[in-house]
Every structure is written in C-alpha cells, then in structure tokens.
C-alpha cells in the first residue's frame, strides 16, 4: 500500500466496499501508527498480526455472516469489532484518530524503505523532522548520525530510498503505462470525433518511464473537463493552454489545447525533448500553417525525424548531412538470444519455447540458463550442462533446420573471473557474462569485475551491464566508455536487455557503441515464452539510440549468426 496525502483527507478506507486487502491495509496501518506514537507494543502486534491473517483468508469477510466473523481464527471481540465498523461504515475510528494526530509527512515516511515505525518515532520526536524532504536534508547534514540506531550505513540508505520515491511519485515504467495510454486514446478519439487529438511528449518519444501522459486537442477546454470530471477524474492544474488531470490511478494527463490552425506545430513541439527544441529553434523557423509534421521538416529541409529520436539536438546536423539510420523496428529481431528455460529459473522447457520461435518464423533460439553460482535460480552444475547439451543435440535432430545454440548466462564472480573453467566454457557455442551477486559496488570493483569479464574470451555478450532495475534500483557505476572500448578491442557484443525494467545498456550509449563498431544484441531475458514479447521494448530503446537492424546481433539470420561466432572464435584463438 503506498500512503498518499489523500490519505488523511478522504481516508482510504472510502466507500469503494471493503475488501480483505483493505482491511488488513488499515490493521497494519494501524499497527505503524501506534507504534510511531511509542505505544504499547503488545496492543500495536495484535493489529499487525490481524492484518497478517486477514490477508490470507479464503473467503471475503464483507461477505461473511457477522456471527461467523467473530469465530475465524485470530479475530477475537476488538478486532472483529472493527471489521465489522468498516464494513459497515467504510471507516475505523481508532484509525481516524491517530491520522488526525499525525503529521502528513510523517505517515507518508511509512514508504521509505529502510525505516520502519521505531525510526520514525526518533525522527519525529527526537529530530523533529516531520516531512520527508526535511529527512534528506537531515541525512545530508549528517544529522542521523547523532541518534540512537542511525549509524552510517541506515543514513546511507535512508538518503537511497528517499532519493528513489521522490523521483519516483507517480512515474511509471513504459511498459506499465502503455496499455492505459492507448485505451485512454482510443476512448478519447472515440468521443472527440470533430476534433484533432494526438498523443505527444516523452510518451511518443518512447522514453523508459513516463511521468505524464501528454495529449495535443483541438476540443475545448470544457468539453475535455467535462469528459474527465464525469469519469472521476481532478482537473488539478489549468490555464488557458493547458489543463492537467489526475484520476484513480495516480497518473497525470497533461492536455495542450490549441486551435486547428496551430495543432501541427504544437504536436511538433511538445513531443521535442527541449534540448531538440531549443537546437531547432536556433536553426529552422517554425511556420504556424503547417498542415502537418511531415510539413515542418520539409520547410527545414530535413528528412524526418522520428519523435523518438527527438531527444539530442546532435541529431539536427546527422539529419541535415543524410546520415539517419533506418531504425530497427520489431520484426527485424529474427531470434532470441537471452532466455531462460526450466533447467533453471525458467517456467518452459527448451522444446516448448523451440517450437513457439518455429510458429514465430524464427529461425534459432540461444538457451542460457543461470551458471552454478546463480543456486538461488538453480543454476547448472557441469553435469547438468552435459545433460542439457546432449538434451539440445537430440532437439536439433528433431526440429531441424531449426537450431537450438548452447548457452549460459555465466555469473561474473567477484574478482572478475568468470563461474566455470575454460574446459566447460568451451562446451558452449557461445556465452553472455552477466553480474548478479554483490551488486552493491563501486566504479573502481564494477570496471575491474566488468572489464575482466570482457577480456575473458569466452564472453561473447556483456548481459545487463549496470544490472539497474528502472524505478526500484539504480545501477552500479560504470564507465560506459571505457567499457564501449573495451567491447571493441576483445570482440564482444553488448546486450540491450529488453526487459521494460531493465532496458540496459542505457539508449543514451548506443550511438557510442555505434561508433566504436560494438555490436548490440536486443534480448529478452525471457524467463517464459511470454518473456519473448519484452523484444518489443527494448527495439523502443534502441530505436532512440538511433540503431539499425545490421548493427543488432539478434536481427542476424541463422548462417550470418553461426559465421559471426566462428569468426570471434577464430579471432580470440579459442
Ligand atoms: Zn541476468
Ligand atoms: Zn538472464
């Protein structure tokens, strides 16, 4: 549950009917509360403990005879009281009472990871620190250090989450948000028949995550408010250009009204990055008739750009020389070359996922299970990986001229060397390296293990090469160029991980990739044949990066793909 500042004003117990999971939200809400007051301790566990167990119960106390409620085990009189009180009236009093007595910014600070209510309790009280930004300024003056249970390390982290939820208030993931863009599109051209209306800003240029959707309208002010207010939504900001909603659903809709005459050249600018604008601007008039996009880079004497290259003003001069790539699009990846099976932590067996890429018009697949550092995934020891080696050969006898590649995702370890020795790491056709154990690191350890591993010369691809996790987790830090070069001089090829969470190597260093003839490789890191449609976004990635389908290992086929790794092969002398 993510505690909001509506949460003291309407509480969020409102009358949408309580479900289980409301209720227990509010026990353990509950629960936190009275121990930030430094309450009782005992009376504060009995409500967390009914949380726990409300949580998990089979049937739905709303729908439950009141008599029976009392009886369920873990719901004594107090507790079944309650329920019974927010079934009934939607609210729990006891609840109410001590979100009236405390702070919003201390109830929002339950959403910081790393402090729980007994640090709250001597932030609040001892430091008497009641907002969450007062808290980072707090830890960037080092003033936690001074309080009982606050060493270095908590003020470290407590910095870390902050830092993470403020960036992160309402921001989403492309991937998370695209679905809703499109409906609420489709719903919105569906009603705004006369009227131009267009999708614009960072969500047309494709970028990673979203923080507003952002829509372009030649309808009117009113008949757009109309339209939201009647769906529940707020208009929350609003002048004469602009009008920003915000619904159920913590996203923002930005809207930029304009009339018909202007709609082109709004579209056009509010789907620049500014810096592509401000670039553009200083280069090329921008005439207010255009009659459409295509228009304004015709007048400039510019081929067209896509919104989703319109980040970099760099761009302007590689247009105007003709020097654009053709970007890559979906149906150019003709393979999958990251996957997961259930030899470890995959959910489909090799076979299965073999015989969707042949429905799929595919002509390979390279399976690269977790190596044996990985356990936690139940990575393959050396007998497993000559069980499912001689598993693959009989698979390519059976579904040739489809063929299935001998892989690993092989764990960097911490001092750089890869998880297997040289005899086995000869077993595989060819291999990714990817960090996943003591990710905590700085530049110095992350470039020594990183670059190790590429001069390695069974490292084929570089997997996930930060390991960030979009929105929940930064990356360790790298010298992105320094590892390009790297790349470069031992022949290996970098992963674009197109998990929408991942999407690493970061877009923004493609171009130098590009540069230094680096070849990216757009995989899934499909942990499921459902996995396989995450190729998706990360083609969205790179097409920001401006990559085209010959500079990308998975858009190879078949033959290009088995003489390109005959060829490194041949080059490291292995
Ligand atoms: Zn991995
Ligand atoms: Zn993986």
């Known amino acids: 549950m993510t505690i909001t500042l509506e949460h003291q004003k309407n509480s969020l117990l409102g009358d949408r009917g309580m479900n289980n999971n409301a209720i227990a939200d509010n026990f353990s809400l509950l629960s936190k509360l009275m121990e930030i007051h430094g309450e009782n301790s005992f009376k504060s566990k009995t409500y967390s403990i009914a949380a726990f167990n409300i949580e998990k119960l089979p049937l739905q106390l709303s729908e439950t005879p009141q008599e029976k409620i009392f009886s369920i085990k873990g719901i004594g009189d107090s507790i079944g009281k309650k329920v019974l009180e ?51 300024y707090a830890c960037n ?67 990673e995550t979203i923080d507003e959707l952002e829509w372009c309208t030649t309808a009117s002010s009113h008949d757009v408010k109309k339209f939201f207010i009647e769906q529940g939504f707020d208009a929350i900001e609003e002048d004469a250009e602009t009008i920003l909603f915000k619904g159920e659903e913590n996203v923002k809709l930005q809207f930029y009204l304009v009339d018909d005459a202007s709609f082109c050249k709004k579209l056009f600018q509010t789907s ?20 459409s996009e295509e228009d304004i880079f015709k007048t400039a004497g510019l081929p067209f750009i896509i919104p989703a290259l319109r980040e970099n003003d760099s761009i302007l ?57 990985a356990f936690y995934a139940n990575g393959l020891t050396p007998e497993r990986i000559r069980e499912q080696h001689r598993y693959i050969d009989e698979l390519n006898a059976k579904l040739k001229p ?14 750089g060397s890869l998880d297997y020795s040289n005899d086995i790491l000869a077993t595989f056709d060819l291999v990714i390296t990817s960090v996943h154990s003591n990710i905590k690191m700085n530049e110095e350890k992350a470039m020594m293990r990183l670059l190790n591993a590429i001069k390695n010369p069974y490292t084929t691809i570089l997997g996930h090469m930060t390991g960030r996790l979009l929105l929940s987790r930064n990356g360790y830090p790298v010298d992105h160029k320094k590892i390009i070069d790297a790349c470069a001089e031992n022949h290996v090829a970098i992963e674009l991980n197109a998990h929408p969470r991942r999407l690493d190597i970061d877009w923004r260093w493609i171009d130098y990739a590009i540069e230094k003839n680096v070849l990216i490789s757009i995989d899934p890191d499909a942990h499921s044949i459902k996995g396989f449609n995450d190729i998706k976004y990360g083609v969205l990635a790179a097409q920001k990066g401006g990559l085209n389908k010959e500079q990308n290992l998975s ?6 793909f088995e003489e390109y790794l005959e060829t490194v092969k041949r080059t490291k002398g292995i």
């Open 141 to 207: 003056e080092n003033r936690l250090l001074l309080y009982k249970g606050f060493g270095e390390k908590t003020q470290d982290n407590i910095r870390e989450s902050i830092e993470f939820y403020l960036q992160n208030q309402g921001t989403y993931l492309y991937a998370q948000i695209e679905s809703y863009a499109y409906a609420m599109h489709d719903k919105l051209s569906a009603h705004f028949t006369k009227s131009k209306i267009s999708l614009t800003g960072s969500f047309r240029r494709q970028l």
């Open 555 to 560: 858009s190879f086929n078949l033959k290009q």
């Open 402 to 415: 489809f063929k299935i590649f001998k892989s690993i995702e092989c764990d960097i370890l911490n001092d």
């Open 272 to 291: 620049c990055s500014v810096d592509f604008l401000i670039g553009w601007e200083k280069r090329y008039p921008l005439s207010v008739e255009a009659t």
């Open 86 to 136: 927010m079934i009934e009236t939607g609210q729990m009093k006891t609840l109410n009472d001590y979100l009236e007595k405390t702070p919003v910014g201390i109830v929002e600070m339950l959403n910081i990871k790393g402090i729980g209510p007994k640090k709250i309790n001597t932030i609040w009280k001892e430091l008497e620190v009641e907002s969450i930004g007062e808290l980072l």
């Open 317 to 373: 001069a590689r247009a105007k020389e003709n020097k654009l790539n053709d970007v890559i699009q979906p149906s150019d990846v003709r393979s999958i070359i990251h996957s997961h099976s259930n030899w470890s932590d995959g959910l489909n067996t090799i076979e299965d996922m073999a015989n969707d890429l042949v429905k799929r018009g595919y002509e390979y697949l390279v399976i690269t299970d977790h190596s044996k550092s």
